[in-house]
């Protein structure tokens, strides 16, 4: 990557706009720096409205000094996206809509931020029983690996798997959005701190030590009000 002086977040996104979409009918900053969680690496989330585009796509670009990822949509693909993430709950193109500054909007803005707003507030669509079943069935299987394995380097990739399904079945079950890799934490904070700094400590502990004992703990907490550990009697697909 070339040394190139970076520019104020702001101006960098209206200069890639003016160079690269000048006839949009709107464009937002999105992402780590408009909230405040920059890091060195960061980039810059620019979504862009452009009724010329047939489809909406990605692209990338290292400019201004920033690594910069474009998400481009004409005035109707956004609700494709908006369905989609609803249904995988996790509401990527929604969020950076409603915390996108503008940049630049010709009357547009205001009825796609009204209109992810309302998808954010109302939160995913409810798990059903036959569902939750399922994923204590899943999220049982996982445990019961976790607890048996005695190999470090399968125990590794399995308590991985294990927490993913924790934090999916406890969020899902309280009718919050969910989230990967970094967004796995912050989805759990936004559900409840106490439980986030729980999560966070049983798995670090295992980590760092080795002992099982914290993180099999916590997983039979999230599985008890639920009915807890499932297995027998568990059948799918059966006619």
Same mark, same amino acid.
């Given at each position: 990557?070339?040394?190139? $002086? ?18 949009? $009918? ?6 780590? *720096? *408009? ?59 929604? $969020?950076? *809509? /409603? ?59 399995? /308590?991985?798997?294990l927490a993913e399904l924790v934090s999916e ?49 916590? /997983? ?19 006619v």
């Amino acid at each position: 990557m070339t040394d190139v $002086q970076r520019l104020d977040p702001i101006e960098a996104t209206r200069l890639f706009i003016k160079e690269n979409f000048p006839r949009c $009918q709107a464009a937002l900053l999105a992402g780590s *720096v *408009v909230r405040g969680e920059s890091t060195e690496t960061s980039d810059l989330d620019i979504v862009v409205f452009d009724e010329k585009f047939s489809s909406s796509y990605r692209e990338s670009f290292f400019k201004y000094g920033w690594r910069i990822e474009v998400f481009v949509h004409n005035l109707t693909s956004y609700k494709s996206y908006f369905l989609s993430d609803i249904k995988r709950a996790r509401p990527s193109l929604p $969020q950076m *809509v /409603v915390e996108g500054v503008i940049i630049k909007d010709e009357g547009l803005v205001t009825k796609l931020k009204e209109e992810a707003n309302i998808l954010l507030n109302k939160g995913p669509e409810e798990w059903s029983a036959r569902t939750i079943v399922e994923k204590r069935y899943f999220l049982t299987d996982s445990l019961d690996d976790f607890t048996g394995c005695n190999d470090r380097a399968e125990e590794i990739f399995i /308590v991985a798997t294990l927490a993913e399904l924790v934090s999916e079945f406890v969020l899902r079950t309280n009718n919050c959005w969910i989230g990967n890799s970094k967004w796995m934490v912050r989805s759990l904070k936004m559900y409840d701190i106490k439980f986030t700094d729980d999560f966070v400590t049983a798995f670090d502990e295992y980590y760092r030590t080795g002992d099982k004992l914290t993180v099999i703990q916590l /997983v039979d907490a999230v599985l008890e009000p639920h009915g807890g550990r499932l297995f027998e009697g568990f059948s799918s697909g059966k006619v």
